[in-house]
C-alpha cells in the first residue's frame, strides 16, 4: 500500500512510494540507482531529508554523491569494489 501525504508547503499530495528507490539493503549501491536517487532529489518535489530517510541514506551522503555527480557525471559515483579490483588484477596475471 502506498504512502500518500500532504506536503507542509504546497498543501500537494506526494505519493512517497516512488520515491523509493531500493527497499531491501545491500552492501552497495549501484551507480544506477546514485544517479536516480541525486535525480529525485534535485527535481525538489520531495524534501531531501525524506528521501534520504525513505532510501535508508544519510542526507550529507546525498549531497556528497550530489556533489560527485554533478562534477563528474555517472561516472564520478561509479567506485569499483575491493573484489572487482582483485578480480581485474587476477585476471591480468592470468593473461600474462
Not at 531500493?22 to 528521501?51: C, F, H, N, Q, S
Request: charge should be positive; proline fraction near 4%.
Amino acid at each position: 500500500m502506498s504512502e500518500v501525504k500532504e506536503t507542509p508547503v504546497s498543501g500537494e499530495k506526494i505519493d512517497y512510494e516512488k520515491y523509493v528507490v531500493r527497499k531491501a539493503l545491500a552492501e552497495y549501491w549501484r551507480a544506477e540507482e546514485k544517479v536516480e536517487i541525486v535525480m529525485m532529489g534535485m527535481t525538489g518535489r520531495i524534501p531531501v531529508t525524506m528521501l534520504c530517510k525513505l532510501n535508508n541514506v544519510s542526507p550529507s551522503l546525498y549531497y556528497e554523491r550530489r556533489e560527485k555527480f554533478m562534477a563528474q557525471g555517472k561516472e564520478g559515483l561509479h567506485k569499483p569494489s575491493k573484489l572487482f579490483k582483485r578480480w581485474r588484477q587476477i585476471s591480468f596475471q592470468i593473461k600474462l
